[in-house]
């Protein structure tokens, strides 16, 4: 999973919008498994990997299969979020379907965003400079944990708004300071005094992280943990049963195993990035299925809804082989010699493609920070019900 916010931000999406008559209605138990709940039973299923075949057999299989993996599924899940927000985009930045506040948004995250970041990328590319391609990479690694607790955050509030479940002002602001708590330690941690690494052929230097730092989210990340925790006894025990496994599993997964303590096993390691993103393609799935099925029928008798969403899958596989395979190998090849290519050096041999690979990544999560809001009329299908 790529280093995907996404950051669906609807938090108040549940008391915003009313659901739609044409939702689609997936497996309980599918939809436990696809959001995050399979997660707990690939640390046993690692395990007995390595028992059985070793480690070093289990790291080159499981690393071959996530590789191939991406290209259909990582990857189109940082393209599909082009197609959504791209789609109908000057009508939706310049026209007067949203407010004005949308609007903006739209322009920044659509126009703006990536003009600086491109400027970025482009001005390091062209003065050969590791040091401002190394910042950009760590815009991205900073980014990517926001990116992925305010995705856990909008899975939580929708998949219980979808059984009934709703939060108030309070509860919201407590599950998303754990979401943001649980961000700040996953990147102060651990202790780092600056280290030089590689990342995509280019080699920098880390931005400090002092172990003070680590100390101190950590202490506000157990305390927003005892404040979640006190919070759901009290609804609870005000409201009765509350149906929240499906959506607490997604929630914790999201900033415990993926964000926070995503390297405890050498193997899960490597699928957490799928499976952050086959949540976000499944969210993708609840969006565009039951917008398809409403405007198949009356007054706008469109395309079927098969045929659209197998569109936008394909769409998606393509535009995601052109952003991390087809363009960045193109303009390694055309625009770096074959003697840096050979020597390496602190830019490596694939430039544009670290460029490239980073730049899609900040924008994907800028996007999300727009696509998913409450202010998106379009997000009323996320509730759906047949």
Known sequence: ????????????????????????????????????GVTPFLFPLAWLLRRVVGIDDSDFALGFLTFYAAFVINDPHFAVTYCLFYRNFPARAFGSAYGGWQRARYVACGVVAPLALAAWAAAALATKSAVALGFFIQLMFFLVGWHYV?????VMVVLAARRGVRFGRGERWTLLAHCLAGWAYAWASPADPGTEVEEKGIVYTTLA?????????????????????????????????????TPLSAFLASIWSWSIYSSID????????????????????????????????PPWF???????????????????????HG????????????????????????????????????????????????????????????
């Not at 305010?150 to 909008?154: E, I």
């Not at 730092?213 to 759901?232: K, Q």
Request: charged share 20%.
């Open 150 to 154: 305010k995705q856990g955050f909008g």
């Open 209 to 245: 992280h002092p172990v003070w730092l680590e100390r101190l989210t950590h202490a506000v990340f157990l305390a927003t943990a005892c404040l979640l925790l006190v919070v759901l006894l009290q609804k609870r025990r005000r409201e009765g049963r509350l149906p929240l496994l």
């Open 1 to 36: 999973m790529s280093v995907s916010p996404p950051a669906i931000d609807v938090e108040s999406a549940a008391a915003a919008v009313e659901p739609s008559r044409a939702g689609a209605r997936p497996s309980p138990v599918v939809e436990f498994l696809l959001v995050g």
């Open 302 to 324: 469109e395309t079927a809804a098969r045929t659209r969403l197998g569109i936008l899958a394909a769409s998606a596989i393509g535009l995601g082989w052109l952003l991390f």
């Open 327 to 386: 363009a960045p190998t193109a303009l390694d090849d055309l625009l770096v010699s074959r003697r840096q290519r050979l020597s390496g050096g602190p830019l490596g041999a694939t430039p544009y493609f670290a460029a490239l690979y980073t730049f899609v990544n900040i924008h994907h999560f800028l996007m999300d920070s727009v696509v998913w809001r409450r202010d998106n009329p379009e997000t009323r299908y996320l509730l759906a019900r047949d």
């Open 266 to 297: 050498p193997l899960v390691v490597y699928v957490i990035p799928a499976l952050h993103s086959v949540q976000y393609l499944y969210f993708v799935w609840l969006l565009r299925s039951s917008e398809a099925r409403e405007r198949e029928g």
